[in-house]
């Protein structure tokens, strides 16, 4: 087995996490990323690991057979893993939000966080089925 794909998936993984961190550490400060991260971790994880495995089983394709068809719902897929991870905290920028006009985002972020959450669970998961049947039917076709 090649190991890009294992790495690629890896620091896919990592990445959206370091992403997360960042962008909750710039919106307030380390301390609270820390914070909310202890607080949604068994979300964070899931997500970030989900993400992971679609760009290793898309690069594993890709690399096969050097198909653009799973590229769709990788990028839906991690765009709602990685959205879904963020809006925990976008609710805290309701402070700022209205002066440049977009408090009604801030505002459903903070309603629905956990229902966001399951939406990126079950749009990751998804992804990672779909992805897994594309490379079992590969594997079958040229076995």
Known sequence: ???GPLLGGAASALGLLALFFSLITLISDWGFARTQFSEFWYFILPLSAGFGVQ????????????SAAS????????TASGGAM????????????PIIG??????????????LFWFG?????????????????FRKHHA
């Not at 977009?102 to 229902?115: D, K, R, T």
């Not at 669970?121 to 992804?127: E, P, Q």
């Open 102 to 115: 977009i408090s009604g985002l801030a505002s459903f972020a903070a309603q629905y966080q956990i229902e």
């Open 121 to 137: 669970l079950i749009l990751n998961f998804l992804g990672v089925v779909y992805l897994w049947r594309k490379w079992n039917l």
């Open 86 to 97: 963020l809006s925990c905290c976008t609710h805290y920028l309701v402070n700022i939000l």
């Open 71 to 78: 590229k769709s719902v990788l990028a839906v897929s991690g």
């Open 55 to 66: 760009v290793g089983l898309y690069l594993r394709i890709r690399d096969a057979v050097r």
């Open 1 to 3: 087995m090649r190991k």
